[in-house]
T-cell receptor
Framework: SQQGEEDPQALSIQEGENATMNCSYK?????LQWYRQNSGRGLVHLIL?????REKHSGRLRVTLDTSKKSSSLLITASRAADTASYFC???????????????FGRGTQLTVWP | DAGVIQSPRHEVTEMGQEVTLRCKPI?????LFWYRQTMMRGLELLIY????????DSGMPEDRFSAKMPNASFSTLKIQPSEPRDSAVYFC??????????FGDGTRLSIL
């Protein structure tokens, strides 16, 4: 399967702590994306990192990508109760240098931030 | 700007009935995706369209499932006949080519 796999499956922390989620994948990619899903809602795009990038920041989010290890991590700093959600990584399918359009989603990490 | 709009939000019906799920993508987006999400299998891509043309329907579980995109602003996913194992949340997403996908809030389908 080309799906990404998130680790851990569930993470429970206190407000103010940092949350780190990891993603591993199997095939060559053009980019890797992280999405968030609140309960009962659709997925919302958080950040995209291209295969030639190693680190990217957006507000309290920090994403790293290691293409040699086929892995990525999402760090949420100074977490808040409102960050409670499921987080998914998604990879595209690189085919002769061009994406085929579809994304492969992992099973997600359920993050719970306690006030 | 309106996001992806799905209807209905909830559907409860008896097995054997036809179910039609609807999606209005974001205006100007060329790609449209149908997903199914369950606890057991996670998020599965069923089918996606580029410029209204189906590109990959390998995720469609069986012939009971069909999807159409008659124009750039509307798509349907139909299940006929429906079965209890089709119960899931069905998401529609749209995007520009090679850009992040925008998801609707899904249709929660329960087949009794």
């Amino acid at each position: 399967s080309q799906q990404g796999e998130e680790d851990p499956q569930a993470l429970s922390i206190q407000e103010g702590e940092n949350a780190t989620m990891n993603c591993s994948y199997k095939t060559s990619i053009n980019n890797l994306q992280w999405y968030r899903q609140n309960s009962g809602r659709g997925l919302v795009h958080l950040i995209l990192i291209r295969s030639n990038e190693r680190e990217k920041h957006s507000g309290r989010l920090r994403v790293t990508l290691d293409t040699s290890k086929k892995s990525s991590s999402l760090l949420i700093t100074a977490s808040r109760a409102a960050d409670t959600a499921s987080y998914f990584c998604a990879t595209d399918a690189s085919h002769r240098g061009s994406t085929l359009g579809r994304l492969y989603f992992g099973r997600g990490t359920q993050l719970t931030v306690w006030p | 700007d309106a996001g992806v709009i799905q209807s209905p939000r909830h559907e409860v019906t008896e097995m054997g009935q036809e179910v039609t799920l609807r999606c209005k993508p974001i205006s100007g987006h060329n790609s449209l995706f149908w997903y199914r999400q369950t606890m057991m299998r996670g998020l599965e891509l069923l089918i996606y369209f580029n410029n209204n043309v189906p590109i990959d329907d390998s995720g469609m579980p069986e012939d009971r499932f069909s999807a159409k995109m008659p124009n750039a602003s509307f798509s349907t996913l139909k299940i006929q006949p429906s079965e209890p194992r089709d119960s899931a949340v069905y998401f529609c997403a749209s995007s520009d080519p090679n850009q992040p996908q925008h998801f609707g809030d899904g249709t929660r389908l329960s087949i009794l």
